[in-house]
């Protein structure tokens, strides 16, 4: 397996995610770094333990003493990291499914290491020229148990607590038996809130649902919603960086919609915005509306943050960033996805208006997403040279960062190869579905036809 996909290192744990993998990428990691401390903590998958182990014995092995912090949220890892300025192997597979785990890979400022940085410990890992220190000058390691109560208290100094606490909500809340089961609730409490919880024991097994955040594993957070007539429900992934939400009535919100409302109220004339080229039509219309500019990279977070770096760097306001999955990143805050401090943000906005009407005005567009299958590298390659020459005769602004996105100012359309499975992926999105359809099936027809002249 490639070490470093576009969201880390991922694997069904002990078939491709082995102990040896995991203390391998450590000592890499470990010898790029040459640091004297390092932090490892993971979420709460069963394996988790296992591979912590696994990290912790390779980072020793080549002299880092080991900061053990245990089951906690990425975001508090990367906390601990900065505030003790270590850099941190987090252990988690994030949203995928209770087989899998995963490596994510932090720097002693709390960020996620950028692509180049990957770059240098993946050429480690495969040349194995690691640093391994002698008998004597191996690393230690300690627990500590501070790390959770020091990232509730962080969070707690960081949101408007006053405005939170006099909205006097009942939050339903499913962690979903993941890391945030440890923390979420307690922050929210110390907000103010009346919190009732589902799936909220941490369970490595995710009895209760699937740790991926979408609408199909949160029928149950929907039911919590209505039969305890709370005022929004927040559900998180596995490891909690992630925040999705369902409005007062229990009816689910799209992640673009609770980005789009986040984002409109953060942002500005002369503030950019970071997302990936499927971004939605709301966050476009958003942009549009404030004066924001829209600054779209490939998909995955990691090049998501590694932009958002490059624009401050160049002395670019970026205050709110992400993507329509519940990943959202405040940079002004701290330069992570952080699913519990998106939830505060989002409960600040229900001061005064229930959820409902909070994201009423992000409700109205329909998607369609067509996939065109190919058996070999003859049809891939023509059904891209298709897709090109579609994008290059359209009246439209054209992105090509990552396939061909094009941009209708109240519509658009994007065709990419799928990375994972042979299939070109048509995405559309527009104020009608009618619309929307029409965008998707003229590339679809192209595509199909290019498929067929062979
Ligand atoms: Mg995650």
Redesign the pocket.
């Known amino acids: 397996m490639k070490v470093f996909g576009s969201s880390g290192t991922r694997g069904v744990a002990n078939e491709e995610l082995t102990p040896g993998f995991v203390q391998r990428v450590a000592k890499a990691a470990g010898s790029v770094w040459r640091a004297d401390r390092v932090a490892v903590a993971r979420d709460t998958r069963t394996t988790g333990r296992m591979l912590e182990n696994a990290a912790a014995s390779g980072l020793q092995s080549v002299g880092a003493n080991v900061d053990r912090l245990g089951v906690v949220p ?1 975001p508090a890892a990367q906390a601990y990291g900065e505030a003790e300025a270590v850099p941190v192997v987090m252990v ?1 597979a ?2 995928n499914p209770a087989e899998y785990n995963g490596v994510k890979l932090v720097g002693s400022d709390g960020v996620e290491l950028a692509v180049a940085d990957l770059e240098r410990i993946e050429r480690k890992f495969t040349t194995e020229q690691f640093d391994d220190a002698s008998w004597d000058e191996v690393g230690g390691d300690v627990r500590v148990e501070s790390a959770k109560r020091r990232y509730v208290d962080q969070l707690l100094d960081a949101v408007d607590r006053e405005t939170i606490a006099a909205a006097d909500l009942t939050v339903a809340l499913d962690p979903g038996h993941g890391a945030g089961s440890l923390t979420s609730p307690e922050f929210y409490r110390k907000l103010g809130c009346s919190v009732v919880t589902v799936n909220g024991q941490p369970d490595g097994h995710f009895p209760g649902r699937d740790p991926e955040p979408v609408r199909e594993n949160l029928s149950d957070l929907g039911r919590l919603v209505r039969a305890t007539d709370a005022d929004v429900g927040i559900a998180h ?6 925040a999705i939400f369902y409005d007062e009535r229990g009816e689910y919100v799209e992640g673009d919609a609770t980005l789009a409302a986040l984002a409109e109220a953060e942002l500005g004339e002369g503030d950019t915005t970071v997302s990936a080229v499927n971004v939605s039509q709301r966050l476009v219309d958003v942009c549009d509306r404030t004066g924001a500019d829209l600054d779209l990279t490939p998909i995955g977070s990691t090049q998501i943050m590694t932009r958002i770096q490059e624009l401050q760097a160049e002395g670019e306001s970026v205050p709110v960033a992400g993507e329509g999955n519940g ?1 959202i990143i405040f940079p002004n805050y701290r330069l992570t ?1 952080d699913g519990a401090y998106t939830g505060a943000r989002f409960l600040e906005l229900l001061a005064d208006r229930p959820a409902s009407e909070v994201v009423a005005p992000y409700d109205d567009y329909a998607n369609v997403r067509i996939n065109v299958h190919y058996e070999d590298d003859a049809q891939r390659e023509a059904l891209l040279d298709a897709a090109e020459q579609t994008a290059l005769g359209a009246d439209a602004d054209r992105t090509t960062i990552d396939g061909y996105r094009l941009d209708y100012g109240d519509s658009w359309v994007l065709v990419r190869p799928s990375g994972t499975e042979p299939v070109v992926r048509i995405y559309a999105e527009a104020g009608s579905e009618e619309r929307a359809d029409e965008l998707a099936s003229e590339f679809a027809t192209a595509l199909r036809a290019a498929k067929a002249g062979l």
């Not at 992934?237 to 992630?242: E, F, H, P, T, V």
Request: aromatic share 0%.
């Open positions: 990425t988690t994030s949203h992934d596995g490891d909690a960086d992630r990943g996805r």
